[in-house]
């Protein structure tokens, strides 16, 4: 599943091709895509419409449009996407945003779900096997509002502190693991960068989140930072299903520290690096390196206000 490092790496890839190019037209072809909005209301609120800038926010990808409407898309578990290389592309392969060592080589057009043909003759294509992906057309004044109730802090901003990280912690009996998989907490950590930023952090993944310290917290700021931008700096990577057929996988594993090397040392300290489950996800960490925090005594008075 892309996390804030493959989306980012796609709009980066995306930004320079498609901004200034109008939308002809929009092409829903999936109704799911939209849900609950029927598709011909967004076909119509998008097309002729001018891209002004490609954004992102947690793990969805933005497409700024002229007259102050925003098409935010989320890939979910399966979804690509797709602009072809030359202009009026029909027939040719379009090249898979985030490229080869994000996502499986060959296009798969069987599974598109939405196009925008654009004026230079290209095609922008939304793929998704699994159909989780989603796209929803949004006015200015409503972009807070559904951002504010779907994701939290930005974590490669100068909103992402020590202190910060410390108060959305506070008093929360959660694994270490689950806390960073919050979006309404810190958006874009899935479940790859999770386990990378909390072995950077040097904690364990089952300690209650608010049992941190400063230190702790600082600790774990700077293994999130450091984790995406590892990711960030590589294109982007993932270890879904498709990558086992193209031999790729042993290459991509070594940049993880931790995350599906069970059983292999621990790049820091040389202990087996274990596996566990940790709110149905696959966790992986060092048992040596990464310090398990106690529960702190919980404060009666933060306890009435929390509930
Ligand atoms: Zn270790």
């Not at 898979?96 to 922008?124: F, I, K, S």
């Not at 910060?164 to 693991?177: I, M, N, V, Y």
């Not at 979006?183 to 989140?209: C, K, T």
């Amino acid at each position: 599943m892309p996390e804030l490092p493959e989306v980012e790496t796609i709009r980066r890839q995306l930004e320079p091709e498609v901004t200034g190019r109008r939308i002809l037209e929009a092409d829903v072809l999936d109704a799911r895509w939209t849900r609950p909005e029927p598709p011909d209301d967004v076909e119509r609120a998008i097309a002729g419409r001018t891209i002004e800038a490609v954004e992102r926010r947690g793990k969805y990808l933005l497409l700024r449009l002229e007259g102050g409407r925003t098409l935010a898309m989320h890939l979910r578990m399966t979804g690509n996407l797709l602009l072809d290389e030359e202009p009026a592309g029909d027939g040719a392969d379009p090249r898979r945003l985030g490229g080869e060592r994000l996502y499986e080589g060959n296009p798969e057009l069987r599974y598109l779900r939405a196009q925008l043909r654009l004026d230079d003759g290209r095609r922008l294509l939304f793929t998704d096997p699994r159909r989780f992906g989603h796209a929803v057309v949004l006015r200015d004044h409503e972009l807070d509002e559904y951002f504010a109730a779907r994701l939290g802090v930005e974590p490669l901003s100068d909103s992402l502190t020590a202190e910060e990280l410390c108060r959305l912690a506070a008093g929360r009996r959660a694994p270490l693991k689950s806390f960073l998989l919050n979006q309404l907490g810190i958006a874009g950590i899935g479940n790859i960068y999770a386990d990378e930023a909390l072995h950077r952090a040097e904690l364990h993944p089952l300690s209650p989140a608010g049992s941190m310290k400063p230190e702790d917290c600082e600790r774990l700021r700077v293994g999130i930072v450091e984790a995406l931008e590892a990711g960030l700096r590589s294109g982007g990577a993932s270890i879904d299903d498709y990558r086992d057929a193209r031999g790729e996988q042993g290459s991509m594993q070594e940049e993880f520290l931790v995350h599906t090397r069970e059983g292999k040392p621990c790049p820091r300290c040389g202990a087996e690096i274990r596996r566990i489950v940790v709110g149905g996800r696959s966790t992986y960490f060092c048992p040596s390196c990464q310090r398990r925090l106690r529960r702190r005594p919980r404060r009666r008075a933060r306890r009435r206000v929390a509930g």
